[in-house]
């Protein structure tokens, strides 16, 4: 029987109390004022980039997060009401901000804390972020079917903005990047080279075409040689299919169960979406056949990463931060979290530290619209992937963009980014504490940590990865067998929940039954 998370950590039950917060009357005053007008939940999808969307007729998307849960509009509505209320809502939210900064800059510096001066560089951050979403409102409502009156200059020109306002929230361009913009063409070279059998001869002639306008003339032809790092690719790029299938039911269960015993408020939702996406309100998975199944290293990575790094950092950044999260905290936060997937998965330390990059963030930067679906739908024929939808993954890269013109949206060039910073760091002899304090920037997390030292309050960490990360540092290497025996003993209820799981689409219980008995579910 596993030990109980309890005994192994010592856990904080409830934030802290107005009470007990440790500011002058008048930082404490903008505190809770910006957490009530400002952090109040509504622009929390908006300020992480992450939009949901619905169909609504035949090529048409409805933009749930900015229309529906910032803007109070439904796609009943109509598209036009839709836009102007979400324009109207955006510059008083701005106008909200650039109040609170001007009451930061009013005070005396007696009174400016290190949660003030986090707070500072939160708002500006937002403000960038809405800033960015004014200009792309109109490009949101085309996709719902609302068209706009700007010329090709002009849309060419708010890309252009936007693209100079994302530069400084999430960083230069991939193409700016020598080593990203190779490794994006190596990945791409790799998938064709282990999948191109799926094609017919007119879609090979398609890709080496679109390849070849990525490729340009100031690279050496990628070699499928140098990208092969099978621990971490062939890990991110698909599921083992000889790994044990998990339903999605059992899979939700196994998540709640997670809440209940990290002791975290948070609902499991199954919903229309195209992602698993870490809701501030609920943990919210996809209705769609291609979620349907997720196999057990996969739901042990999500599980790790969702609700062991996101919702765990959470409950930590209310009680360092009461509630607003710090700017820029993407990159080290994302880093962290698939850092933390990848260990329970046998990835070490210093794969992650290597220089990778997001071939589809790179490819948006360099073709159309239609060129960038052809390119995604023929990534999902080389990968094998049936149900996957093209349109899905094109309006991720396209948000806040125009369907039809080059350039992506940057905010997932931060995933690769964050991992190798984090990893950098960790190898370097940093704080794993320190990575778990709040919801802020890398730059931001000492002056966290400060807080939470001098108020004594304790960080909470996730089970399983303190040792592995300490056994990657010291470059011992754990096989998948021990990962998953420390898993069962971490989380007592998954032997619970896989041993009355018994997938219909994928009869094989004697790979659970290797889970459960110590065996090796890939083997």
Known sequence: MG??????????????????????????????????????????????????????????????????????????????????????????????????????????????????????????YLDTILEITQIGLPFEAEKGGRPH???????????????????????????????????????????????????ENGEKETFRKLFQKLWGDKLPRPSSRQGRRKRYEDWKMSEDPNDAPVSRNAYVEIFRRAFSAYRIDKPVVVEERSSIYDGED?????????????????????????????????ENNRQVLWGFRGGRNLEREEGIASIAEGLVNGVGLREFAKTRANPGVYAGEILTGEELRTLIRLQYRMSGNSHADEVSLLLR????????????????????????????????????????????????????????????????????????????????SFSKREIDRMALDAYPFLKEVLSADSPKEFPVPQKVEAILNGGNPSG
């Open 3 to 124: 030990t109980s998370i309890y005994s192994r950590k010592k856990m904080l039950t409830v934030p802290h109390s107005p009470s007990m917060r440790k500011e002058s009357p008048e930082a404490e005053r903008i505190i809770e004022s910006a957490e009530a007008e400002i952090f109040d939940g509504k622009l929390g999808d908006i300020a992480e980039v992450t939009y949901a969307y619905t169909k609504i007729g035949s090529e048409k998307y409805f933009n749930r997060t900015i229309f529906s849960h910032f803007a109070g509009v439904k796609p009943e509505e109509g598209m036009e009401k839709a836009f102007n209320e979400a324009g109207r809502k955006l510059v008083e939210k701005r106008s909200d901000i650039a109040r609170h900064l001007e009451r930061i800059e009013s005070l005396p510096k007696t009174a400016v804390s290190e949660r003030i001066e986090i707070l500072k560089g939160s708002l500006s």
């Open 282 to 314: 609920a943990l919210r998975i996809p209705n769609s056949e291609e979620y349907a199944i997720r196999r057990f290293s996969r739901v042990l990575g999500l599980l790790q990463h969702e609700i062991g790094t996101h919702y765990l950092i959470a």
């Open 149 to 199: 009156a700007m010329g090709e200059s002009e849309v060419n020109s708010a890309i252009a903005k936007m693209e100079a306002l994302e530069r400084t929230i999430f960083g230069e361009s991939l193409r700016e990047v020598p080593e990203e913009k190779a490794y994006a063409l190596r990945r791409l070279a790799r998938e064709y080279e282990n999948g191109a059998w799926r094609l």
């Open 397 to 476: 890269r396209k948000r806040n963009y125009p369907m039809g013109y080059r350039w992506a949206q940057h905010k997932d060039a931060s995933y690769a980014r964050g991992e190798k910073k984090v990893a950098e760091y960790l190898l370097n002899g940093g704080d794993l504490r320190k990575l778990f304090v709040a919801k802020v920037a890398l730059e931001d997390m000492e002056t966290a940590w400060n807080v939470a030292r001098r108020e004594k309050i304790d960080i909470r960490l996730p089970l399983l990865i303190e040792e592995l990360v300490k056994r990657s540092i010291e470059k011992k």
